[in-house]
């Protein structure tokens, strides 16, 4: 089981920001494309944001705009970091490694928005 450690959740206000982080293992994040998912309770998990390991990244129309995904190879770190957050953004976080027919999943990282 590959560990994917997250940070950096917590209660914000309406309009503030988040930055959160996913840590994995350097064997895996050289070869991983990362990614946000995110759930709140009795929904589906749903895709926020994904990237590359070359780079190239891709959001979810309903945070186009406002988070931005990232990836430090030095520090097999990946951040999203979420601006301007509405209460609709409230939701349990969860990173997400991929790398061929394999994947792995954090222990999620709650954000909770008031309004």
């Known amino acids: 089981q590959v560990q994917l450690v997250e940070s950096g959740g917590g209660l914000v206000q309406a309009g503030e920001s988040l930055r959160l982080s996913c840590a994995a293992p350097k064997i895996i994040f050289s070869i991983a494309a990362m990614g946000w998912y995110r759930q709140t309770p009795g929904k589906q998990r749903e895709l926020v944001a994904t990237?590359?390991?070359?780079?190239?990244?891709n959001y979810s129309d309903s945070v186009k705009g406002r988070f931005t995904i990232s990836r430090d190879n030095a520090k097999n770190t990946m951040y999203l970091q979420m601006n301007n957050l509405q209460p609709e953004d409230t939701a349990t976080y969860y990173c997400?490694?991929?790398?061929?027919?394999?994947?792995?999943w954090g222990q999620g990282t709650q954000v909770t928005v008031s309004s």
């Open positions: 997400t490694a991929k790398w061929g027919r394999f994947d792995s």
């Open positions: 990237i590359t390991i070359a780079g190239s990244t």
